[in-house]
């Protein structure tokens, strides 16, 4: 059974600051996904990779396939870079969720 | 980029109706379409995948003949929730992949709330 988990679970930051948000699993996986659903709950796909590293402006993703991990950076943060954000594990059509990690960027 | 709906937006019903959520995605076909539930200030919990023609693979816990799907057409998804009970409220939300890589387009969720 895949475990995904996420860190931090809640994080304050101040417009500007660079943001990490952290996740690692337990099982090969095909593919992981970092989702952002804002407070009305929609669901936006930001990246979805399997090695390396993709960019999509401020934001950054990169993923380690030998240590299981991956991060999720965000440069310059905005107030409205304020969301949850949720990493996915997926492997055929077996997809497992972290618990999310609620970021609240202040002015 | 890809759109993919839900209908209704949000739903109040009693205990004891059944209620169908529509998913569609606008402008590609989707292979698969996955519906997930999501409880207050918990993640998101796969309930089932569905493949265009065939039955629905459900995960652990969760009831077939309670929630029902049908995935008619490439472009449509509907579950329906049978007999809904309080303990149903939850917000419900679908994806849908236009091939059988890992891509996915999320709907915008459907709040249901069973009195």
């Known amino acids: 059974k895949n475990e995904v988990e996420q860190s931090p679970q809640n994080l304050t930051a101040q417009e500007g600051e660079f943001i990490t948000i952290n996740c690692s699993y337990s099982?090969?996986?095909?593919?992981l996904h970092w989702l952002q659903q804002h407070p009305g709950g929609g669901i936006v796909s930001l990246f979805m990779?399997?090695?390396g590293k993709k960019k999509h402006g401020r934001l950054i993703a990169t993923i380690n396939i030998q240590e299981k991990h991956s991060s999720l950076h965000i440069t310059a943060s905005h107030p409205r870079d304020s969301a949850v954000y949720i990493c996915?594990?997926?492997?055929?059509?077996?997809?497992?969720f972290g618990a999310g990690t609620r970021l609240t960027v202040k002015p | 980029g890809a759109v993919v709906s839900q209908h209704p937006s949000w739903v109040i019903c009693k205990s004891g109706t059944s209620v169908k959520i529509e998913c569609r995605s606008l402008?590609?076909?989707?292979?698969?379409m996955f519906w997930y539930r999501q409880f207050p200030k918990q993640s998101l919990m796969l309930m089932a995948t569905?493949?265009?023609?065939?039955?629905?693979?459900?995960e652990q816990g969760v009831e077939k003949d309670k929630f029902l799907i049908n995935h008619a057409s490439l472009t449509l998804s509907t579950l329906t929730v049978t007999s809904a009970h309080p303990e149903d409220s939850s917000f419900y939300i679908c994806?849908?992949?236009?091939?059988?890589?890992?891509?996915?387009?999320f709907g915008p969720g459907t709040r249901l709330l069973v009195l």
């Open positions: 994806s849908a992949a236009p091939g059988s890589g890992e891509t996915q387009y």
């Open positions: 996915a594990s997926f492997l055929s059509n077996d997809m497992r």
């Open positions: 569905s493949n265009e023609g065939s039955k629905a693979t459900y």
């Open positions: 990779l399997s090695s």
């Open positions: 402008d590609f076909q989707a292979t698969t």
């Open positions: 099982v090969g996986i095909s593919a």
